[in-house]
């Protein structure tokens, strides 16, 4: 029922990309993500080498022989890691979908992406980023619109205004999401123009997300009104759960504190930890106003079958 050009060209059973997520798209996430019938994304920016990042791909392969893509983070980062070197070692290793997120895109990365037999999607949020990543021969097109969890930009549209936007203009397919966490969201998305969604919030409370099961029942807790917007006064802007920790950086850029203030205040390393020991004020997570939609901790397998299910009674009852 599901058959779109980015099926097809992925080899995915469903048009569902469950996208990248820093330190949580790691090989048990991403094969989980692939065995469900999705397109698991591997968050490269995880890991501090290539060494470290060629055995992240062999352990996804040990778990799944499904189709996975690897994400180079073209976000600025603290400590920056050599996306060319990356993209080399991805494509040695036999990896044949990638995915980029980010502000622009390194000319010096093109030649790669853009080879016959590899599978270059981007991920941006507004029109003229789509067109640009088209131009330079993206072979997909992802966009996240102002709900989103994770990076927003700096365009704030909607999803409901930027799927069929971006859809009517580019020749290629078009992933979009932002705020779908249902079968519900599949549909609409479907129908604005896109061939596949991207979701993020929707699997953070999944059995497999490697956060602590602390954080995982606070976001339960969580409605659409509890994410807000941090880090557009150092242009990285970000949509996250609006705990103590995402309070006291807004009141930081209120005050018009420093970047580099703002910066070690909205530290990676914060958040890794708060993801380990379930101390939910110690750092940040990326969220999506969709997180009021979620409301049952499941396996990756069941998100996926109970989503699909309702799309087809969506469908149905239309
Ligand atoms: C906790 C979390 C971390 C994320 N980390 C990244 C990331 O490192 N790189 C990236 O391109 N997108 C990242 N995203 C965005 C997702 O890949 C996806 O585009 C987004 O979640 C879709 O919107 P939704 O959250 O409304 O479903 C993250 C999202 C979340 C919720």
């Not at 044949?96 to 990365?109: D, K, M």
């Not at 990076?151 to 909607?158: Q, R």
């Not at 029942?217 to 409605?223: S, V």
């Amino acid at each position: 029922m599901f058959r779109t050009r980015v099926t097809e060209k992925l080899g995915i059973e469903y048009p569902i990309v469950v996208g990248t997520m820093m330190h949580i798209s790691d090989p048990v996430f991403v094969a989980a993500a692939s065995e469900a019938g999705c397109l698991g994304v591997l968050a490269s920016a995880m890991y501090k080498s290539e060494e470290d990042l060629k055995n992240a791909v062999q352990q996804v392969r040990s778990l799944t022989s499904k189709p996975f893509a690897v994400n180079l983070n073209l976000f600025p980062a603290r400590v920056p890691v050599d996306n060319a070197a990356y993209v080399e070692m991805l494509i040695d290793a036999g990896v044949r979908i990638i995915e980029t997120s980010g502000h622009g895109i390194p000319e010096q990365l093109v030649p790669v992406l853009t080879r016959p037999d590899v599978t270059w999607i981007h991920k941006c949020v507004g029109l003229r980023y789509a067109r640009k990543a088209e131009s330079l021969g993206a072979d997909m097109v992802t966009v996240v619109g102002y709900e989103n969890g994770g990076a927003t930009g700096i365009l704030d549209i909607g999803t409901f205004v930027l799927i069929p936007t971006v859809a009517r203009s580019l020749h290629v397919p078009v992933i979009g999401g932002g705020g779908v966490t249902n079968g519900q969201g599949l549909v609409a998305a479907l129908a604005l123009g896109a061939e596949a969604v991207i979701m993020g919030t929707a699997f953070l409370v999944a059995e497999e997300c490697p956060i602590h099961i602390n954080l995982k029942k606070a976001l339960l807790e969580a409605t659409e009104t509890d994410t807000t917007l941090i880090l557009r006064s150092v242009g990285n802007t970000h949509r996250v759960w609006k705990n103590k920790k995402a309070k006291e950086i807004m009141q930081l850029e209120s005050d018009q504190a420093s970047g580099d203030t703002v910066i070690s205040a909205a530290s990676g390393d914060n958040n890794l930890l708060m993801y380990q020991s379930g101390d939910i004020a110690k750092g940040t997570i990326s969220c999506g106003q969709g997180i009021g939609m979620v409301n049952e901790i499941k396996p990756i397998k069941s998100i996926v079958g109970d989503i699909i299910s309702e799309a087809e009674s969506v469908i149905k009852g239309l």
